[in-house]
């Protein structure tokens, strides 16, 4: 038999803890802000043509020397095709930029250059944040007709921790937030509540089980009985993530790291946030029965 944890003896501990988190998390997003990507920012998008295959490395390594240190470079479509974006709306950045690159030597011929206005990064962010809210939205109403309302307060919170602390980090270390970012995000909202789910799932039917038991005495032996299943998709999840952060290169840097964060932050709420807001709320075996309906009395002669 696994001897069960007691989680919740340091629940006090964990819920300093996470407040201080959240507090550091606001602080920086307050002063220091997120560091916004093109993708809400706007500015200027470069096609540019080789005729070999491109080195995307190399590439950043000389528009840095050029004075491009922010410019961001992607394959499209075929080896040869190169995309650049950086901030400006100079008209001649797409010659400038070409013959930065054509002084190693190699051809470069620019295909297309686009500029994109803020109003439209602006309409990105205000979408995307909208999203996010509709999400957590749905989640809390799924929750509260599939489980009970208390279970939804308790999973919300969780992810909004789970976001602000992430939100928080990126802004601290200013990584460049863009699309694959929100998307990371999003990403992170489904994986927390999945977690949280399968905890939340072992307390409802221990409260079957273990009529006698205390709450926190049914989360103890709910978690420990979960925690095997948690650490092994945890796990597993760093290491693809741990792969991306490695191997996919610049273009998904931030979406990794996001993701990183949001793991470990998910696993820490879906045991010291979501249970801790149950104790909070004093979950009991009487919320889970559901009302009973009184049957209508035909009192005619």
Do not use: C
Request: without cysteine; hydrophobic residues 50%; glycine residues 8%.
């Amino acid at each position: 038999m696994i001897r069960t944890i007691d989680f919740m003896g340091v629940r006090n501990i964990a819920f300093a803890l996470t407040l201080l988190l959240t507090l550091l998390a606001l602080g920086s997003w307050f002063f220091k802000g997120l560091n916004f990507g093109l993708d809400f920012t706007g500015g200027t998008q470069i096609e540019l043509s080789y005729e070999q295959s491109a080195d995307l490395g190399q590439v950043r390594e000389q528009l840095a020397a050029a004075g491009f240190e922010d410019a961001v470079v992607q394959s499209f479509g075929a080896t040869t095709d190169v995309v650049v974006r950086m901030q400006g709306d100079d008209p001649n950045l797409g010659s400038k930029v070409a013959t930065a690159l054509q002084q190693s030597g190699a051809a470069v011929q620019v295909k297309k250059v686009e500029f994109v206005g803020p109003q439209v990064g602006e309409e990105l962010r205000d979408q995307g944040g909208l999203g996010m809210l509709l999400a957590l939205g749905g989640i809390m109403l799924y929750l509260a007709f599939r489980f009970q309302w208390k279970f939804a307060l308790g999973a919300i919170v969780s992810l909004v921790h789970d976001v602000v602390v992430t939100l928080g980090i990126l802004s601290f270390f200013q990584i460049t937030f863009d699309l694959t970012v929100l998307a990371a995000l999003l990403a992170i909202i489904g994986y927390s509540l999945n977690d949280t789910i399968v905890v939340f799932d072992r307390v409802r039917e221990n409260f079957r089980v273990l009529r006698k038991a205390s709450l926190i005495e049914n989360i103890n032996i709910s978690t420990t009985q979960t925690l095997l299943r948690t650490m092994a998709t945890s796990v597993s999840t760093l290491l693809a993530i741990g792969a991306l952060l490695i191997f996919a290169g610049d273009n998904l840097h931030g979406f990794s790291i996001a993701l990183f964060i949001g793991v470990f932050a998910g696993t820490y709420s879906s045991i010291y946030i979501a249970n801790v807001v149950l104790i909070w709320l004093n979950l009991s075996v009487e919320d889970l029965i559901p009302p009973v309906v009184a049957e209508e009395v035909d009192e005619r002669p």
